[in-house]
């Protein structure tokens, strides 16, 4: 590829960076380029990507609308999970409010959530965009340069709009792929989505929509009332997006394709693939917190849905395996964003970190199984999925070890205060000054 500014392709030939005529054409071509798109202070253009998405939702078909039948079973679904699910945890409900969405809504509720996942990997491909450029061409461009971040941005918000749009016509609520998606206590789903779903495992229509609000009411309890899981995911996802490596080759092949006097030629590039992670000791570390993480919400939402299902639902066994499959394995969307991103939704280990909570409520009940969430250092880790049994069990004796110490100092403090005068330094819970 010649050593110009991105290897664009223009009418009459490459542009020379020594001469001044072509890189003039060149440079109006990029103008008029970037001014098809809004300028953007981030690495990602998501104005453009929510145009993009948009139009893609739109015209797939259209974007089925939510009749009120459908917005009054999906209240009625939510509010019933949720009445299920009182008893299987150690907190109450985290729905504020119910929401029936089409796929359109589900983008807007979700962007925010996106922009937190995406700009940390998306800022390391603009970076290397505007490595690209040969030194005398920058010194060519002078103030032009925040173009050439704005047309980085906006590459990847075309991009990133596609693949949401993908995501949005497959998910089935806000909490469906185990991330903070949509608004703190907000239990939303997609019931055209749900529709879908249901109509390819061929089971009755109000149990799939059942079985679907038992999840996204569990994901909600459990990010409502654990308030440090939100960032924990948010820092595990950025910790592992700084060890990302992007390839230069595949950028530079990628923006080859682009031809500044056809703006649309923007929205044909193919930018999956140019994210590739470090084969480092600190990035597999970052790897193995968030697929954990990812594991252990899924787990345990998955265990207390089944836990509620059993013996409501008539086919809970099927739908548990069903879900459980469809989580594992991903579906076309969550592949084609991993491709884009470098980073993978679906969780692994998924049935280890189901059987490790179920193991833990049985040892330990549902209030001390759920203690667990108090505090991300007492989460178990990922080599305590290999034998959720004796972790289970371990965690027992723990806690029994620790109510075997409280009963010893209360022994000896009524020993001691019989006879002798207590050290100034001993605690004196029932003093008062």
């Not at 249901?198 to 059942?210: C, K, Q, Y």
């Not at 459990?222 to 990302?244: C, D, K, N, Q, T």
């Not at 059987?355 to 833990?360: N, Q």
């Amino acid at each position: 590829m010649p050593d110009t500014p991105f290897g664009f392709s223009l009418p009459g030939g490459q542009p020379d960076p020594n001469d001044p005529q072509q890189m003039q054409q060149f440079l109006a071509g990029l103008q008029h380029m970037l001014a098809q798109s809004a300028a953007t202070d981030g690495p990602v253009n998501w104005d453009l990507a929510r145009q993009v998405a948009t139009s893609q939702l739109n015209s797939a078909g259209g974007d089925p609308g939510v009749s009120p039948a459908d917005r009054a079973a999906v209240t009625e679904a939510l509010r019933l999970a949720d009445l299920w699910l009182e008893p299987l945890t150690a907190w109450p409900t985290g729905l504020t409010t119910t929401a029936a969405w089409n796929r359109n809504e589900w983008l807007f509720h979700t962007l925010p959530a996106w922009k937190k996942l995406c700009d940390p990997v998306a800022s390391r491909m603009v970076g290397a965009m505007s490595d690209l450029v040969p030194e005398e061409a920058r010194a060519q461009l002078g103030m032009m340069q925040g173009m050439l971040t704005a047309l980085g941005s906006a590459v990847f918000g075309g991009q990133l709009g596609q693949a949401l749009a993908s995501l949005a016509a497959e998910v089935l609520s806000a909490g469906d792929i185990g991330l903070p998606l949509g608004p703190a206590g907000t239990g939303a789903l997609v019931p055209a989505n749900v529709h879908a779903y249901g109509a390819g495992l061929e089971l009755d229509p109000s149990e799939v929509r059942l079985y679907a609000a038992l999840r996204e009411a569990a994901h909600q309890r459990l990010f409502s009332h654990v308030p440090w899981l939100r960032g924990h995911v948010f820092a595990a996802v950025e910790a592992y997006a700084g060890g990302i490596r992007v390839d230069r080759d595949a950028i530079e092949e990628a923006m080859g394709r682009i031809d500044p006097s056809d703006p649309s030629s923007m929205q044909e590039l193919q930018m999956a693939g140019i994210f590739t992670p470090e084969d480092s000791p600190a990035q597999q570390a970052a790897l193995r917190r968030l697929e954990t993480v990812l594991a252990l919400i899924e787990g345990w939402v998955s265990h207390v849905v089944d836990t509620a299902a059993e013996g409501r639902l008539p086919n809970a066994a099927k739908l548990g395996e069903a879900f459980r499959r469809r989580r594992a394995a991903g579906g076309p969307a969550e592949q084609t964003f991993a491709a884009l991103v470098g980073l993978e939704l679906r969780p692994r280990r998924l049935r280890e970190a189901g059987r490790l909570w179920a193991a833990l409520t049985q040892h330990r009940g549902v209030a001390g199984r759920d203690a667990l969430w108090g505090h991300p250092d007492l989460l178990p880790t990922d080599d305590d999925f290999a034998d959720p049994e004796a972790y289970a069990e371990g965690q027992l004796l723990l806690a029994d070890l620790g109510d075997f110490e409280s009963d010893l100092r209360k022994m000896m403090e009524g020993e001691s205060g019989s006879t002798d005068k207590p050290d100034d330094t001993t605690d004196k819970p029932d003093d008062k000054d």
